[in-house]
Each structure stands twice: as C-alpha cells, then as structure tokens.
C-alpha cells in the first residue's frame, strides 16, 4: 500500500500548532516508502519545530520565505508548486484553514496552494471548540467542495487539557491517506534496471571500438516505467541524454563497468531490461600511450566481453529478464535463438537494417517475443513503444512478487 508512494513528490506544509513535532516522524514514514518530501513552513510553525530538524529529517533545505531571494533562487515558489504532486499540510491550523478557504495567498505555503496542480489535502489540529466553531466548519466545507481531502482530526486528549475532535491524526495514519491518494500502476512497488546506449571500449587513451547507440530507447523505457510507478536504477552507456525525472542513473563506459554496476544494482530486482548495445569484444590490450601511424596495417587482438544479461539470468535470484535484439537479417530467427541462449524471458527485436527506425531514430517499430507468444508494436516514437513494451513486460510479472 505505502509502495505507492515511492518516487512521489510531496510538499508538506507545516503551520503552527503543538502537532508540528508528529510532522517530523511524517517526513520519515513518507521518505522511508521512497516518496521525496519539500517543507514548506509558516512563520508560526518556526515557535513549535526548528526548519534545521525538517531539514535534516527530509533531506532538503527547508522553504519559510516568499520573498527571499535565496530561496527562490534555488527553487522558486511556482517551480515548488510545480514539482509537487501533493501538497498537504499537516498540520494544519484553524487560520490556516480560513486563508486556503479565502484563497489568501499572503505566505509562501498558501501561495504554493493557489499555484499548483497537485492533489491538495489537509490534516487539521486544534482545540475542539475551534474544531466545532461554525466558521471553521463553513471553511472545511468549501474546501472539500473543492476536492480537498481532509485526513482527520482524531479525538482525545488535547495538549490544551481538553478531550475532544482536533487531534492531528499519528503519522502512520497520515502516510496511509497520502498513500491512498495515488493510483496503482502496472508497476507500482516494484524495481526496474535498466541498461541504455552503447558500451565504450578503450584502444588507447584516444580511441576506442563503440556503435550507433543513442541511449533514446532506453531511456524511453526508463521513462515508462517510471510512469507505470516502479523504482528505475538505469545504467547508462556514453550517451547525451538527460536523467529522466526520479530515475537513479549510473554512467558507466566500458562493457565491464556496465556488468560491475548491473551487479550492484540488481540484487533483490523484480525486472531487467537490458536495451544497451553493448560490445561483443573488446582490445585485449590498451594501449598505454596513443599509438603510432608507423604500419599501413594495424591488427587488434580483440577478447569476448562478458554477456551482462546473460549473467543476470543465471543469478539464483533472477527478475524477470528481457532483452533487445539488434538484427540486421533474420531478425526473428536471430531473436529467437537469443532468447533461448540467453535464458531471457522476454526479447524485443530490432530490425536495424531499416533507417527508419533503431539506432539514433526518434522512432522505433519492436517484434516482441517470450515462449508462448509474440506481439508486434507498430512503429511509433520511442516513447510510445515504451509504454506499450512496459505493458507487455507487466502482464508477464509473476503476480505474487507484487509490493503493493
Ligand atoms: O539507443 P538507440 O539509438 O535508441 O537504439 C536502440 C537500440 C537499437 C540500441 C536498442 O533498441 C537495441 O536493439 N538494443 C540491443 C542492441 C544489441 O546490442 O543487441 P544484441 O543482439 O547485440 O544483444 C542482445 C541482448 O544482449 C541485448 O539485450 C544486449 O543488451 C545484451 N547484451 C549483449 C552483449 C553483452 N556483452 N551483454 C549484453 O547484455
């Protein structure tokens, strides 16, 4: 359930009332099932919890200022509003209630409300006759008109002395509503590596053997499933491509280096996608300094790299493995003699004879094919393929490995 928070973004607005020190084990639960949290605090809340603890519990340099020029320097209010996909505040106080109700925009938190997108939630706190004051109601009442959720409050002892509605709700509870406020994807809770681009095999400090490989259909994939709610480590070739958003990327260079961080990342897995046109051989030698022109002809001893997605499916521990094929004749054949050869699950083949589509191309057209089936993906940008390979990969997940 909590999985579905992993790689979320939350902005936890903080304002001030006694229940402010149960936000600081809230940050903790959030981060702990892999959401990434902003604090955004009111003036108020710096009397009852220091922006240096939330700071140090999320891991981000604690927001408090509308105008300071610093901050929004490093991140802006309206980038603020935008990177979030939820922004709840918890807790949150009776005037704080009244100016998101009004739509008073006169802090950094309640303009960060007026400015995002994101799903919006409130956990109140306070005393219970503030609690049961008309006003307060009339305020609660237009803003769950407006889709807001509202976590809580608990009844009971009060800090004021009192027994009553206006509890914050425990922490454990308050990540099990942030939870519930995001859909299961075909691969939510689970973790995907993935490997992109091609593989750099050194000659001599000046030259090396590589391929055509951009990175962009593994970086797709990384995309789609990200999208589709998995954790993504991708570990990329060479290649000049942005991270995509809340992927965990390791650059790597050579064949070797690229099975080395294959093996650090891949332990306890639930899927491999190995996309990276990695090279069959490499020099058995390197030369130490830039060699010479000195024959018409040069012969290079070339040695057999190891087989990255080969080692991965002979782990006793195996995700679900699937592999590319990069063909230029007999494509389907070549393909199907891999992925019995390799032990794959599942591989995607690519006719790169064709200039249409393959290497460098925005676009891509896959043959898929597993033991008792195959399906065509017709040509379509990268991405798109993406989405529709990460469905085919979903529906062959062994169910009991869900984490959610
Ligand atoms: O990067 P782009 O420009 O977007 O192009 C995409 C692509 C054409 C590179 C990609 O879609 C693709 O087809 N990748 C596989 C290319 C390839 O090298 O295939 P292969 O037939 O040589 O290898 C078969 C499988 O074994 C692949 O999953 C490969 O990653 C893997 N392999 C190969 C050799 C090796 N030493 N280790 C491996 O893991």
Same mark, same amino acid.
């Given at each position: ?20 020190? =149960? ?192 990175? =962009? ?41 690229m099975l080395a961080a294959v093996e650090r990342a891949v ?24 060699? =010479? ?17 080969s080692t991965v499916a002979a782990r006793p521990d195996r ?86």
């Amino acid at each position: 359930m909590l999985a579905r928070l992993a790689n979320k973004r939350i902005v936890l607005g903080v304002t001030g009332g006694i229940a402010a020190y =149960k936000s600081a084990e809230l940050i903790r639960r959030l981060r702990d099932a892999g959401a990434e949290v902003q604090v955004v605090m009111t003036a108020a809340a710096q009397h009852f919890i220091t922006p240096l603890t939330l700071q140090a519990l999320s891991g981000n340099p604690v927001h408090t200022d509308l105008l300071d020029p610093a901050a929004e320097a490093a991140m802006g209010h309206i980038e603020l509003a935008r990177w979030a996909d939820l922004v709840l505040v918890a807790p949150a106080s009776a005037d704080c209630i009244a100016r998101l109700a009004q739509g008073i925009a006169n802090d950094l938190l309640t303009t960060l409300w007026l400015a995002t997108r994101a799903r919006l939630a409130i956990a109140p706190a306070m005393n219970q006759q503030m609690w049961a004051a008309p006003s307060l109601q009339a305020n609660l009442g237009q803003l769950r008109q407006r889709g807001v959720a509202v976590f809580g409050p608990a009844a009971g002892a009060q800090a004021c002395g009192d027994v009553g509605e206006g509890r914050m709700l425990e922490a454990v509870e308050l990540a099990d509503r942030c939870a519930d406020q995001f859909d299961t994807g075909a691969l939510t809770g689970r973790h995907v590596v993935i490997t992109a681009g091609p593989t750099r095999e050194a000659i001599d400090p000046v030259r090396y053997i590589s391929n055509h490989s951009s990175g =962009k259909m593994g970086f797709a994939v990384a995309e789609a499933c990200v999208e589709a709610g998995a954790r993504v480590t991708l570990v990329a070739g060479p290649v000049s491509l942005p991270t995509p958003g809340r992927v965990t990327r390791v650059d790597v260079t050579s064949a070797q280096e690229m099975l080395a961080a294959v093996e650090r990342a891949v332990a306890g897995a639930d899927i491999f996608i190995a996309t990276a046109a990695v090279a069959d051989y490499r020099p058995a030698q390197v030369a130490g300094q830039k060699i =010479k022109k000195l024959a018409d002809t040069l012969s290079l001893e070339l040695v057999r790299n190891p087989d990255i997605v080969s080692t991965v499916a002979a782990r006793p521990d195996r995700p679900l493995v699937v592999g590319f094929a990069a063909e230029t004749e007999k494509v389907l054949d070549h393909a199907r003699d891999k992925l019995a050869r390799k032990r794959l699950d599942m591989i995607a083949c690519n006719d790169v004879a064709r200039s249409d589509i393959g290497f460098r191309s925005d676009d891509n057209a896959l043959t898929v094919l597993w033991k008792e089936g195959e399906c065509v993906l017709e040509k379509a940008s990268k991405p798109t393929i993406a989405r529709q390979l990460v469905g085919l990969i979903a529906e062959r997940l062994p169910a009991s490995g869900r984490k959610d």
